[in-house]
């Protein structure tokens, strides 16, 4: 996971990104899929088609919303949809901001993960936040 969460975040350009997907095809870990499911809403970025932007964005959403179903007490998976809404438009309604914000802020302590990703996760929440 160390290693998926440090690509994820690297990711710049669609070459990157599509590398990214066809990579968790080798990554055994279900932890991986709020990163996955990101990424396949991140394709519309790369696509100039409404239609095929909408649908990326629905595919990703539906996969990571499974997973936090699944997984409600995840903390990536709660990080990585507060990011996603923090950059998806409005009129999409995607909006779990302060519920996810809330419970990334009040769980990061005591999360099973790196102080440096604890960090990393803080700023990129507190960067989209201040855009």
Known sequence: MPEVRADFHAILT???LMAFIEDMDNVNC???LPYLASAI???AEFTNWPFRK????KE???VLEDFIRANPN???GRY???LCQLNAPSFLNYDNIDEDRAFVNKNIETANLTADYKKIMLFNIKK???K
Not at 54 to 57: E, G, I, K, T, W
């Open 80 to 82: 990585i949809r507060l």
């Open 41 to 43: 809403m991140r394709q």
């Open 30 to 32: 279900e932890f991986k």
């Open 74 to 76: 995840n903390i990536e």
């Open 14 to 16: 669609e070459d990157e």
């Open 54 to 57: 909408l649908n990326h964005f």
């Open 60 to 62: 990703g959403r539906e």
């Open 128 to 130: 989209h936040t201040n």
